[in-house]
């Protein structure tokens, strides 16, 4: 199993950037694809990005494509998102996940572990 716990989050203007962290713990974390999701009020859990585990491919939504940047630090078992220009729909509660394979990596149904999630408030 892998324990993961996000941090970074915060309220922010338009415009402004952000960098949330996400720290594992227990298996070895290099072995994990580590995916981040955002689910906004009302709203079904959306895919953001995802990173193999050497970090090799990196799959954004079109969301974020050319704002966020999504990377992993295996010796520090860590993986972060940069979210530059952040508009108000960027508002949500960020969560990073982790699953074994690379598989489908937009689909949340595929990693069996999840973080309990940051608050991101963007605000006009």
């Known amino acids: 199993q892998v324990q993961l716990v996000e941090s970074g989050g915060g309220l922010v203007q338009a415009g402004d950037s952000l960098r949330l962290s996400c720290a594992a713990s227990?298996?070895?974390?290099?072995?994990?694809?580590m995916g981040w999701f955002r689910q906004a009020p009302g709203e079904e859990r959306e895919f953001v990005a995802a990173?193999?585990?050497?970090?090799?491919?990196?799959y954004y939504a079109d969301s974020g494509k050319g704002r966020f940047t999504n990377s992993r630090d295996n010796a520090g078992s860590l993986v972060y998102l940069q979210m530059n220009s952040l508009i108000t729909q960027d508002t949500a509660v960020y969560y990073c996940?982790?699953?074994?394979?690379?598989?489908?990596?937009?689909?949340?149904?595929?990693?069996?572990?999840w973080g309990q999630g940051t608050q991101v408030t963007v605000s006009t």
């Open positions: 227990g298996r070895t974390f290099s072995t994990y694809v």
């Open positions: 990173i193999s585990v050497g970090g090799t491919m990196i």
């Open positions: 996940a982790a699953k074994q394979f690379w598989g489908v990596p937009a689909s949340p149904g595929g990693y069996p572990y």
